[in-house]
């Protein structure tokens, strides 16, 4: 069994948001996780960036796991807005 506290990789797991269920592998920075990290994702074609802030953190079958939570003020819209979706011929 590996010690989560010598593993130079931890999980990140997204609790909520437009990445919500999913799990990345990060590294720690000076034995330390990111308090808060940006992500680029594609959701319905559009690429936005995300930003999760760290919550609970805990060891899972040896390994260190750390839950993050959707910062939606800071984030990219999800949705298009309807302005730009007529612009592209994509409005009724």
């Not at 000076?30 to 680029?40: C, L, M, N, P």
């Not at 074609?45 to 839950?67: D, H, I, K, N, P």
């Amino acid at each position: 069994m590996t010690d989560a506290r010598q593993d130079p990789e931890y999980i990140v797991e997204y609790a909520d948001g437009p990445l919500v269920g999913q799990t990345d592998r990060r590294f720690l920075v000076d034995g330390k996780v990111d308090e808060r990290i940006g992500v680029i994702a594609a959701v319905e074609g559009l690429e936005s960036t995300f930003w999760y802030v760290a919550g609970e953190e805990r060891e899972v079958e040896g390994q260190r796991q750390v839950t993050y939570h959707f910062d939606q003020p800071d984030s990219d819209p999800v949705a298009p807005d309807k302005d730009d979706e007529s612009i592209f011929g994509f409005g009724a």
